[in-house]
T-cell receptor, first 112, second 113 residues
Framework: KNEVEQSPQNLTAQEGEFITINCSYS?????LHWLQQHPGGGIVSLFM???GKKKHGRLIATINIQEKHSSLHITASHPRDSAVYIC??????????????FGEGTQLTVNP | NAGVTQTPKFQVLKTGQSMTLQCAQD?????MYWYRQDPGMGLRLIYY???????DKGEVPNGYNVSRLNKREFSLRLESAAPSQTSVYFC????????????FGPGTRLTVT
C-alpha cells in the first residue's frame, strides 16, 4: 500500500506570500492528484499529473517521479485560498484499478 | 449540469438502523466511488465501481454494501449502523479510473448514536 505524507500539516501565511505544500509517497505511481477542500466541505480537483509541471492561474503543481515527491505552489496568496489541500496518488498498472490513496491534507490559512 | 449530487446532506441514525445514501452523476462517467472522511485521517475508499455492472471493495468496506443501479447512480447502504460509521461520506466519479480527474459530491454528514 502506498503511504502518502503531506507537509506541513498546518500552514499560516500573510496575504501575498508564496506558499509551498509538499507531498511524498512511498511506492511508484501512475498519477498524482491535488485537491482542494473548501471550509464548507466541498472537494474540487485542482490538478492531475504524472510528470513535469502544470500551472493554472496562481497555482503550480510539480512532480519529481525519481524522488517520489510533488509540490503545490500558490503565488500571491489570498485569503480565499484558505482551505485544506489534499494529495492523492494512483499506483502503477492496472492492478491499482481505480483506487487512490490520500494524504491527510494540509490546512492553509491566509490572513489579510 | 449538476455534476455529482448526493442525498441526504445530513442524517442522524440510531445504532442498528439502516439507511441508503444516494449518489448520481450527469457527466456520463464510467467510474464512481464512495469515500469516508474522518478527522485526522485522509479520505478512505469504501467501495468503487469501475464501470456499470461492476463493484469492488476499497480500503474499508466492512459494514457497507453498494449498488451500481445504472451508469448514473451508485448507492451506499448501511444495513445496521454503528457509532464507528459516524463520518462524512463523499461520492465521486471519474471518466474512467484513478488517472482521470475525480469530481466530488457535496458530502453527507452522518451521525450514529
Amino acid at each position: 500500500k502506498n503511504e502518502v505524507e503531506q507537509s506541513p500539516q498546518n500552514l499560516t501565511a500573510q496575504e501575498g506570500e508564496f506558499i509551498t505544500i509538499n507531498c511524498s509517497y512511498s511506492v511508484g505511481i501512475s498519477a498524482l492528484h491535488w485537491l482542494q477542500q473548501h471550509p464548507g466541505g466541498g472537494i474540487v480537483s485542482l490538478f492531475m499529473l504524472s510528470s513535469g509541471k502544470k500551472k493554472h492561474g496562481r497555482l503550480i503543481a510539480t512532480i519529481n517521479i525519481q524522488e517520489k515527491h510533488s509540490s503545490l505552489h500558490i503565488t500571491a496568496s489570498h485569503p480565499r485560498d484558505s482551505a485544506v489541500y489534499i494529495c492523492a496518488v494512483r499506483g502503477p498498472g492496472e492492478t491499482s484499478g481505480s483506487r487512490l490513496t490520500f494524504g491527510e491534507g494540509t490546512q492553509l490559512t491566509v490572513n489579510p | 449540469n449538476a455534476g455529482v449530487t448526493q442525498t441526504p446532506k445530513f442524517q442522524v441514525l440510531k445504532t442498528g438502523q439502516s439507511m441508503t445514501l444516494q449518489c448520481a452523476q450527469d457527466m456520463n462517467h464510467n467510474s464512481m466511488y464512495w469515500y469516508r472522511q474522518d478527522p485526522g485521517m485522509g479520505l478512505r475508499l469504501i467501495y468503487y465501481s469501475a464501470s456499470e455492472g461492476t463493484t469492488d471493495k476499497g480500503e474499508v468496506p466492512n459494514g457497507y454494501n453498494v449498488s451500481r443501479l445504472n451508469k448514473r447512480e451508485f448507492s451506499l447502504r448501511l444495513e445496521s449502523a454503528a457509532p464507528s460509521q459516524t463520518s462524512v461520506y463523499f461520492c465521486a466519479s471519474s471518466e474512467r479510473g484513478g488517472s482521470y480527474e475525480q469530481y466530488f459530491g457535496p458530502g453527507t454528514r452522518l451521525t450514529v448514536t
